[in-house]
């Protein structure tokens, strides 16, 4: 598989990465770990180095089994994990990244992917009440220490970056991206290819809709994650967006490819896209997710679907 330089680092990505949210099985329905772990080795088999996880997935469930998978190929595998989402004593969700609680979590990684160390260590999401100086001094510390290779940030503005990297050496950003979600087209993508930093997308399926196996009936549980958190899977919504994904059906039609691989190969024609972040919960959406580097879009294609998708 094709491998991309993350930023500046030294990390050479898979261009198809696995994303082991699913792994911690809490919100997305029935999971079995048999089948995570058969998927997660079957996307190492096909070329994926790249796997990226949280303790925040599962209450650590994720980084657990996906540490254990893992383990006999350690030193073949790029790890990312990030820290800075925790449940609070009445189970409420806290951004905290401060100094005591990146301490924490970072040793409380380590055991639960049973490693002694962290490629790629991301903030998961910015804390306004935590100065960014605190949050990368003490993330250049875990880097002296070698517990961590590489600084990454997550879901941060254009501002917000440009202040980490005054402190620290920040190789990659990881944020929302897919064809119905482009806000980071406005500065943040913008902004990381101009300074030479890896992208990473997540959610490159709009968590499924970019696939098109929704129709406008279809009935999502109040209890799923994505309608918990995700805006395009609210009534209204959800309608209107079932409908811009059949206008992409002609372009698939024409590669004779489904609407999933077509959704990552547009990220792919990005530049600083370095790996695509893909779920999978079972060894043939693995498979599937990986096909999709296999081919390429034309440019015009590319700047249709673009359109399409507004």
């Known amino acids: ?19 082991a949210w699913a792994a911690g099985k809490t919100g997305w329905g029935d999971v079995e770990e048999r089948s995570i772990v058969e998927a997660i080795q079957t996307a190492y088999d096909l070329g994926v180095n790249f796997f990226d996880t949280a303790p925040f ?3 650590g469930e994720s980084e657990r089994i996906l540490g254990k998978t ?18 609070d004593d009445k189970g409420g969700l806290v951004k905290d990244v401060s100094r005591k609680n990146i301490l ?15 490629d790629l260590y991301q903030v998961h999401w910015p804390d306004d009440r935590t100065p960014i100086q605190e949050t990368m001094e003490t993330l250049n510390e875990l880097v002296q220490s070698g517990k961590v290779r590489y600084i990454g940030v997550s879901n941060f503005s254009m501002e917000q970056m440009e202040e980490a990297r005054k402190y620290a050496h920040v ?27 890896g992208f990473i997308p997540y959610s490159p399926l ?13 009935k999502i549980s109040e209890q799923d994650v994505r309608r918990q958190f995700n805006p395009l899977f609210k009534d209204g919504e959800f309608e209107a967006n079932v409908e811009k994904v059949e206008k992409m059906r ?7 490819k489904p609407l999933a691989q077509v959704a990552v190969n547009w990220l792919l024609a990005k530049p600083a896209v370095a790996t ?3 779920g999978a919960k079972n060894k043939e959406q693995v498979i599937e997710n990986v096909k999709a580097a296999e081919w390429k879009l034309l440019p015009e294609d590319v700047e249709a679907l673009a359109g399409m998708t507004k």
């Open 1 to 19: 598989m094709e491998k991309r330089r993350l930023g500046d680092s030294e990390l050479f990505t898979s261009v198809i990465g696995f994303g």
């Open 57 to 59: 997935y599962g209450y």
């Open 70 to 87: 893992l383990k006999p190929v350690r030193d073949k595998v790029i790890i990312a994990t990030k820290f800075g989402l925790v449940w």
């Open 104 to 118: 924490r979590e970072i040793d409380e990684s380590l055991k639960n992917l049973d490693t002694d160390y962290i």
């Open 171 to 197: 190789v990659s950003l990881q944020s929302q991206y897919n064809l119905l979600q482009r806000s980071v087209e406005k500065a943040e993508y913008p902004y990381v290819e101009r300074v030479g930093m």
């Open 206 to 218: 709009a968590q499924g809709l970019l696939t098109g196996k929704f129709t406008k009936e279809t």
């Open 250 to 256: 002609a372009v698939a039609d024409r590669y004779g």
């Open 276 to 278: 695509v972040i893909t």
